[in-house]
């Protein structure tokens, strides 16, 4: 894929120009917090010649980086759009579009009485391990992680299984919703071992504002938008996005199944 980042046609000369495909990048396009495999990698490079693609994450870019690029490959050039934090941070074709700031909206004061209470009651939080980073302070949200993001994979596997079974993360959320009813926020559940905190209207499907600008950029009208990921479920951080009008949303259960289905699609 990176062997070929500099002689992709231009968005407007794609085959199929007013289609792109955006992915959810846990569970569609990598195993949870792992890399992608070479096999998707070729496969996205393949679909790109015909298709714009995209990414669109929970995480901030240096993780997505991490799973998705190379050492001598920024992630911005594997794609032809990026979009970390739900697309609160964003690139277009390698250049950074503008960002928006979770605590400018929030207001320092009200930010610190929601991380003051997240606090406390990640104290009183019944886990097998506890490790470090329960909050992961971003640019367009906090991502609460009742076991912390430290976690080894194999304690993230075993909190998974507990988290199924006692609903630790569910139970955090109606907390919160009870508490903070007028903070215009929402919760989403993603991944293995957290569950992501923004303003109301700022899940994935903010990334779609900056597709729709598009036209004005290159001409291009992105008329069909599929929509590939793995938590479609209400509450998962795929649901809107995957619901949206906008979009052909496709349900995956992993990356095999992400590259099943855009074979079958595309002809590739």
């Not at 190379?70 to 964003?90: M, R, S, Y």
């Not at 906090?142 to 080894?152: E, K, L, Q, T, W």
């Not at 006692?166 to 993603?190: C, M, N, W, Y």
């Not at 793995?230 to 052909?248: L, M, P, Q, S, V």
């Amino acid at each position: 894929m990176a062997e070929a980042a500099s002689v992709y046609p231009s968005l407007a000369e794609r085959p199929l120009k007013n289609t792109i495909c955006l992915f959810d990048v846990d569970g569609t396009l990598t195993p949870a917090r792992g890399s992608a495999s070479p096999a998707i990698l070729q496969l996205l490079s393949e679909l790109r010649h015909k298709v714009a693609i995209g990414f669109v994450g929970g995480s901030d870019l240096i993780k997505q980086q991490e799973q998705l690029g190379t050492p001598q490959i920024p992630v911005t050039a594997l794609f032809d759009f990026c979009f970390a934090e739900n697309g609160l941070t964003a690139y277009r074709l390698g250049e950074q579009l503008a960002s928006q700031s979770f605590v400018g909206w929030l207001g320092e004061e009200r930010y610190k009485e929601l991380v003051n209470f997240v606090l406390r009651y990640l104290a009183d939080v019944e886990c097998p391990v506890k490790r470090g980073t329960f909050v992961e302070f971003r640019n367009g949200m906090i991502n609460i992680s009742p076991v912390g993001r430290n976690a080894s994979v194999q304690e993230r596997n075993d909190y998974e299984k507990y988290d199924a079974q006692h609903q630790i993360r569910s139970k955090f959320v109606t907390a919160l919703k009870e508490k903070f009813p007028d903070f215009g926020l929402t919760f989403s559940i993603g991944g293995q071992i957290s569950f992501d905190v923004f303003p109301t209207g700022w899940d994935k499907t903010y990334c779609l504002q900056h597709l729709a600008t598009e036209k004005n950029i290159s001409g291009v009208d992105y008329t069909t938008i599929h929509f590939f990921g793995d938590k479609t479920y209400k509450g998962g951080n795929d649901y809107e996005i995957y619901e949206d009008n906008r979009t052909e949303g496709h349900k995956v259960a992993n990356p095999e199944d992400t590259m099943a289905i855009l074979k079958e699609l595309f002809g590739l």
